[in-house]
């Protein structure tokens, strides 16, 4: 993740605003404005907002979805009920489609400690009015999280939802996104889902977080104080619970997780593991 693109990803919503300024949902269509061929008009202000009081909140949800078609977009109370959420953030609950999902409380569809960490940080967001951003782990993929508070005035009343994106992060990408916000303005997510990694000890962990890392046997081992033959029979361990005798392959996956050493310190959770 370049500069650029960050910056982009913490302002998505003004992302898609842009969107919707230069072209309708797509393509197909609508062409984007520039290429239109029109005669230069008198703009009536009164027109437009009329125009803007008319869209819907399940159109507008529409156009988020297709903005947000690369990352998981879902958008929630900040109690945990979910009132929308696109087909990549779908993909990652048991059960559920895109109209199903609406109305369901976070703790129904992933662990309630898990849930309740996110609905921590939610209240935070909504009570602050500032985004949160999140390093989160999720079946075994690192990731990055922005819970962004958005207020809406509903039959009279403002209310705040909370929109969450979610996308993955190299480690080159995680160490802008660290270079970029202050120690405070980044959470690391308590409870974390490794996926595959979850049949690793937390000694196995450790060792597979140090080869993404780059360090080789003899620095593991210093690191962590031990035999460079120990570290040798926890990479072989390693490899055969994952199924991988190549190295560079273990590398590859610790690398995609952005594994770090205090991972194997957190409270590891499965998603998969909820009832369907």
């Known amino acids: 993740m370049n500069t650029q693109r960050h910056e982009n990803t913490t302002s998505s919503l003004h992302r898609v605003f842009r969107i919707i300024g230069d072209t309708f949902v797509s393509d197909e269509h609508i062409s984007p404005c520039a290429e239109r061929e029109t005669e230069p008009v008198e703009i009536d202000v009164k027109h437009l907002d ?11 949800m529409d156009i988020f979805s297709a903005a947000f078609s690369a990352l998981s977009l879902i958008v929630l109370t900040p109690q945990g009920t979910i009132v929308f959420a696109n087909p990549v ?17 976070l703790a129904e569809l992933t662990p ?28 075994g993929k690192r990731l990055f999280t922005v819970l962004r508070p958005v ?24 160490g802008l996104i660290r270079e970029q916000l202050k120690a405070d303005e980044l959470i690391t997510a308590e409870h974390i889902d490794l996926g595959q990694l979850s049949v690793l000890t937390s000694r196995e962990l450790e060792v597979l977080a140090l080869m993404g890392q780059g360090l080789r046997q003899k620095e593991i081992a ?10 040798d029979r ?18 590859a996956i610790a690398r995609e997780a952005v594994l770090d050493v205090e991972d194997a310190k957190r409270i590891h959770v499965s998603l998969k593991s909820m009832p369907a």
């Open 50 to 60: 009329d125009v803007m009081d008319s869209l819907s909140a399940q159109t507008l």
């Open 89 to 105: 953030a779908v993909n990652g609950f048991a059960g559920v489609n895109q109209h199903t999902v609406k109305g369901k409380h």
């Open 112 to 139: 309630e400690a898990w849930a309740n960490e996110r609905i921590n940080y939610m209240q935070l967001a909504a009570q602050t009015c500032k985004s949160v951003s999140m390093i989160d782990l999720i079946d």
């Open 151 to 174: 207020e809406i005035e509903h039959k009279g009343q403002l209310q705040t939802l909370i929109f969450i994106t979610v996308e993955p992060v190299s480690p080159l990408e995680l």
């Open 222 to 231: 210093t690191t962590l104080c031990r035999s460079i033959s120990t570290i």
């Open 234 to 251: 926890h990479r072989e361990r390693i490899g055969e619970k994952l199924g991988i005798t190549d190295r560079a392959d273990l590398i």
